[in-house]
């Protein structure tokens, strides 16, 4: 089955221990991104790459780091969270290297931050 | 920048029609529409690229006006399924893609 994947689904953690979001995709896609969503505010993006080994910022990267080792995987590291990210966080993945086609999400991750 | 969305929220009863407007204050080459349900991940309805071509999903279509930097969806029909939260998304540089703040759409029996 085509998909992405993202672990965990949910985490409560402290603040300033290092974590790691994984993300992957079986469907060979090149373009993968991550969002990250708030009450009122939508769907921002957070990184975005277009390939392997080229990533470029989103409109809210401040404290999130990312890495495209490997095209089926996009892992949301946060090297050391605060209370102001604690977010619903979806990855996402699309065909072609522009965002400019389908995006298939992940089921999403429900981050805490305490 | 965010494209800009109305109304924020909308209720209808099974049956009735509802729009849904998105607009820029960027230049749009083409625009994204998704719906998400309660708990779940954004699913993608359609794409509409510049020319103004009008694609249609089921009884869900939309329209592009490159000019007035607008998009718009149409529910005809609303059936309960429709019910969700409604994106619209813009293409800005060659490869971000950034998203409205999103529309409730509630439908009632």
């Known amino acids: 089955e085509a998909q992405v994947t993202q672990n965990p689904r949910y985490l409560i953690t402290v603040t300033g221990k290092k974590l790691t979001v994984t993300c992957s995709q079986n469907?060979?896609?090149?373009?993968m991104s991550w969002y990250r969503q708030d009450p009122g505010l939508g769907l921002r993006q957070i990184y975005y790459?277009?390939?392997?080994?080229?990533?470029d910022k989103g409109d809210v990267p401040e404290g999130y780091k990312v890495s495209r080792k490997e095209k089926r995987n996009f892992p949301l590291i946060l090297e050391s969270p605060s209370p102001n990210q604690t977010s619903l966080y979806f990855c996402?993945?699309?065909?072609?290297?522009?965002?400019?086609?389908?995006?298939?999400f992940g089921p999403g991750t429900r981050l805490t931050v305490l | 920048q965010q494209p800009v969305q109305s109304p924020q929220a909308v209720i209808l009863r099974e049956g009735e029609d509802a729009v849904i407007n998105c607009s820029s204050s960027?230049?749009?080459?083409?625009v994204h529409w998704y719906r998400q349900k309660h708990g779940e991940a954004p699913v993608f309805l359609m794409i509409?690229?510049?020319?103004?071509e009008q694609k249609g999903h089921e009884k869900i279509s939309a329209s592009f006006n490159e000019k007035k930097q607008q998009s718009s969806l149409y529910l005809t029909a609303s059936q309960l399924s429709y019910s969700g939260t409604y994106f619209c998304?813009?293409?800005?540089?060659?490869?971000?893609?950034?998203f409205g703040q999103g529309t409730r759409l509630t439908i009632n029996p």
């Open positions: 996402a993945s699309s065909t072609g290297t522009s965002g400019n086609n389908e995006q298939f």
């Open positions: 469907m060979n896609h090149e373009y």
């Open positions: 790459s277009m390939n392997v080994e080229v990533t």
């Open positions: 960027k230049a749009l080459y083409s």
């Open positions: 509409l690229l510049k020319g103004g």
């Open positions: 998304g813009a293409i800005q540089g060659a490869q971000k893609l950034v």
